[in-house]
């Protein structure tokens, strides 16, 4: 009689002694090597043994596999991303009923530029995609711009604050006697 197993085998490792990578980390980025499809035995350059490795700059990082008849080598080749910075004020206020031009300054150097702000009130900027929105909240809000080239991207929150206290002045009296004071009733 045969027996079968439904267990299912994995087997991890290698095809070679020696592999090579090539990544990029962008600025003000983490990049996470993970060798665990590759075997469980791990040393990192820098003596770690965990399956992963987290990478901060560009440049060369090497892993050894220990999991094989002789040990295999990993090389990754991290390079830096195409930089991409929003220069955005942090803050700014408006008047209730008022509105303003939100002008990030945007450093791409990039061939491409996608760019996508948020508007957590629902319809308060006049653009989701453009570079520079016009804002008419009626209430405090932030709102994050995340710009994006084909390799990085860089994220911004701006706070727009709203002053929605409004002072209304009613004159108890007037004189329309044609002299040029107070001759209207008007609110101020």
Same mark, same amino acid.
């Given at each position: 009689?045969?027996?079968?197993?439904?267990?299912? %085998?994995?087997?991890?490792?290698?095809?070679?002694?020696?592999?090579?990578?090539?990544?990029?980390?962008?600025?003000?980025?983490? &990049?996470? &090597?993970?060798?665990?499809?590759?075997?469980?035995?791990?040393?990192?350059?820098?003596?770690?043994?965990?399956?992963?490795?987290?990478?901060?700059?560009?440049?060369?990082?090497?892993?050894? %596999?220990?999991?094989?008849?002789?040990?295999?080598?990993?090389?990754?080749?991290?390079?830096?991303?195409?930089?991409?910075?929003?220069?955005?004020?942090?803050?700014?206020?408006?008047?209730?009923?008022?509105?303003?031009?939100?002008?990030?300054?945007?450093?791409?150097?990039?061939?491409? %530029?996608?760019?996508?702000?948020?508007?957590?009130?629902?319809?308060?900027?006049?653009?989701?995609?453009?570079?520079?929105?016009?804002?008419?909240?009626?209430?405090?809000?932030?709102?994050?711009?995340?710009?994006?080239?084909?390799?990085?991207?860089?994220?911004?929150?701006?706070?727009?604050?709203?002053?929605?206290?409004?002072?209304?002045?009613?004159?108890?009296?007037?004189?329309?006697?044609?002299?040029?004071?107070?001759?209207?009733?008007? %609110?101020?």
């Amino acid at each position: 009689t045969v027996l079968n197993d439904a267990t299912p %085998l994995y087997i991890k490792g290698t095809f070679s002694d020696t592999l090579f990578f090539d990544s990029v980390v962008c600025a003000n980025a983490v &990049l996470q &090597l993970d060798a665990s499809d590759l075997g469980q035995s791990f040393e990192w350059q820098d003596g770690t043994t965990k399956a992963t490795f987290l990478v901060k700059t560009p440049g060369q990082y090497q892993l050894t %596999l220990y999991d094989g008849c002789e040990p295999a080598t990993v090389f990754w080749n991290i390079g830096e991303g195409t930089p991409i910075e929003i220069m955005l004020d942090e803050t700014d206020s408006i008047h209730q009923g008022q509105s303003l031009e939100i002008v990030p300054f945007i450093w791409n150097q990039g061939d491409s %530029l996608d760019l996508f702000w948020s508007d957590p009130l629902g319809v308060t900027l006049s653009c989701l995609s453009c570079t520079s929105p016009v804002a008419a909240p009626l209430e405090t809000v932030d709102y994050t711009l995340v710009a994006n080239n084909e390799v990085c991207s860089d994220t911004a929150v701006f706070k727009l604050f709203v002053n929605d206290t409004r002072r209304i002045y009613a004159p108890n009296a007037f004189s329309p006697n044609s002299d040029g004071i107070n001759d209207f009733f008007f %609110l101020q």
